[in-house]
């Protein structure tokens, strides 16, 4: 492997956080991923510097009918049992809101399906994406390139299921990647061990943070 090809660039990054929502985050949520609340601190960290730096935040999402109809099909069954979960203008499906810049904002769902990008301050936005994987079906790519990125941090819910499916589908695409593993709930080794083999960069928050300045000074010089 050539490191030229894969050396990140954070100067030319955006930050992706993925569904980071309370339906899969607060304790005793319905459908709660033990270990994300957790990290909540370690995300908001990252979010303020990329904030303070004006560089690219995308929030994607996820929305399901209550009919279940646009859901993974090992989930439909459930949710037209009666299983709820980040359903349209729920409590539920809203991001947490110690990750928002301003608690006050809210999903515009019907927006989101739409494949729009929703804004909520100076270059950040909420996406919706209709599986795991953030490039699927969505207009990621073409914002991403609209940006002049050619480096995604990814940082989020539940590292086994779409943060791992997102960071596949940005390598097929020739997008360079870092991973903020204490960012992400559900991590393990072996998962780890793999991203490392496939060219992910993978780094604590606390690492990110201080190479994030290091960048930024150096190109204010």
């Not at 859901?71 to 069954?77: G, I, V, W």
């Not at 050619?150 to 590292?159: A, K, M, P, V």
């Not at 299921?161 to 393990?188: L, M, Q, W």
């Given at each position: 492997?050539?490191?030229?090809?894969?050396?990140?660039?954070?100067?030319?990054?955006?930050?992706?956080?993925?569904?980071?929502?309370?339906?899969?985050?607060?304790?005793?949520?319905?459908?709660?991923?033990?270990?994300?609340?957790?990290?909540?601190?370690?995300?908001?960290?990252?979010?303020?510097?990329?904030?303070?730096?004006?560089?690219?935040?995308?929030?994607?999402?996820?929305?399901?009918?209550?009919?279940?109809?646009?859901?993974?099909?090992?989930?439909?069954?459930?949710?037209?049992?009666?299983?709820?979960?980040?359903?349209?203008?729920?409590?539920?499906?809203?991001?947490?809101?110690?990750?928002?810049?301003?608690?006050?904002?809210?999903?515009?769902?019907?927006?989101?399906?739409?494949?729009?990008?929703?804004?909520?301050?100076?270059?950040?936005?909420?996406?919706?994406?209709p599986r795991w994987g953030a490039?699927?079906?969505?207009?990621?790519?073409?914002?991403?390139?609209?940006?002049?990125?050619?480096?995604?941090?990814?940082?989020?819910?539940?590292?086994?299921?779409?943060?791992?499916?997102?960071?596949?589908?940005?390598?097929?695409?020739?997008?360079?990647?870092?991973?903020?593993?204490?960012?992400?709930?559900?991590?393990?080794?072996?998962?780890?061990?793999?991203?490392?083999?496939?060219?992910?960069?993978?780094?604590?928050?606390?690492?990110?943070?201080?190479?994030?300045?290091?960048?930024?000074?150096?190109?204010?010089?």
């Amino acid at each position: 492997m050539n490191s030229d090809y894969l050396k990140p660039e954070i100067l030319k990054s955006a930050l992706l956080t993925v569904d980071v929502q309370n339906d899969f985050t607060l304790p005793g949520a319905v459908a709660e991923i033990p270990g994300t609340l957790s990290l909540i601190p370690n995300i908001k960290k990252i979010l303020e510097k990329y904030r303070k730096h004006k560089f690219p935040i995308i929030h994607a999402v996820r929305l399901y009918k209550p009919d279940g109809s646009n859901a993974e099909l090992y989930r439909r069954e459930l949710i037209k049992k009666g299983k709820m979960m980040v359903q349209p203008n729920s409590e539920g499906s809203q991001l947490v809101k110690d990750l928002l810049p301003k608690r006050n904002i809210k999903l515009k769902p019907e927006y989101l399906k739409s494949g729009n990008f929703q804004e909520i301050g100076r270059m950040e936005w909420i996406m919706y994406k209709p599986r795991w994987g953030a490039f699927y079906k969505t207009n990621l790519e073409k914002r991403l390139n609209e940006l002049g990125v050619n480096t995604i941090i990814i940082c989020g819910c539940n590292f086994p299921n779409c943060p791992r499916t997102t960071i596949y589908e940005a390598i097929e695409r020739d997008y360079k990647v870092i991973f903020i593993e204490d960012a992400t709930s559900g991590v393990y080794k072996r998962g780890i061990k793999e991203l490392r083999n496939i060219g992910v960069e993978v780094v604590k928050s606390k690492d990110f943070i201080h190479n994030l300045n290091v960048n930024w000074e150096d190109n204010q010089k």
